[in-house]
């Protein structure tokens, strides 16, 4: 009974068959790009920094004679600039594991043409109703600059999603219709 007793408190039962549990390995503020591949990390990045710079040249404009636009292009490219921040944010921290990769993308498919369209539309009508000075110039400029960059994000999507994969079947999976994968595994005959 002493020796079962000492093997016991020794653990040596259960040194051999269990293993001590390892921990992920950490990273700085848990940020990773592994979901930002390709084209998306440079598009991205664009999108953000285009949009601070119209929100940064729009808020230079000391003065206005038709206000109307610049206020709407005033909330437009601060919204559009804050939206594609947190959007970068779920592509590079652990939320876009926890909110599942087709939902992510869903809403990234559906947000950037309208962010896009929405930054066309007030950059125009900021155009139109601006008294011309270099800095209402240049924050209309940063504002289509980044509807592109909103716009090119969206085609490039679609691009990618129409695009045959490598064996020649659709990358939609609504036509894989005749695929093995669809067919039942119990053929009665």
């Known amino acids: 009974m002493l020796t ?16 001590p549990q390892t921990k992920p390995p950490r990273r700085p503020f848990g940020c990773t790009l592994r979901h930002l591949w390709g084209w998306r990390l440079p598009t991205k990045a664009l999108q953000a920094i285009l949009s601070l710079l119209a929100v940064i ?15 709407f292009f005033e909330f437009v490219s601060c919204s559009a600039f804050l939206l594609s921040l947190l959007v970068l944010c779920v592509y590079c921290t652990d939320v876009y594991g926890t909110l599942e990769e087709d939902k992510v993308r869903r809403v990234n498919l559906w947000s950037m043409p309208v962010i896009g369209v929405c930054f066309l539309s007030a950059s125009i009508g900021f155009a139109v109703t601006s008294s011309g000075s270099a800095v209402e110039k240049a924050a209309c400029a940063f504002g289509f600059l980044a509807s592109a960059a909103f716009l090119a994000e969206t085609g490039i999507e679609h691009f990618h999603s129409q695009k045959p994969n490598v064996e020649g079947c659709s990358a939609t999976p609504g036509s894989t219709q005749n695929a093995t994968e669809n067919q039942p595994l119990n053929t009665q005959s």
């Open 57 to 71: 040249c729009e808020e230079t404009v000391e003065y206005c004679i038709q206000c109307g636009g610049l206020y």
């Open 4 to 19: 079962a007793a000492a093997a016991m408190e020794s653990h040596a039962v259960y040194n051999q068959t269990t293993e």
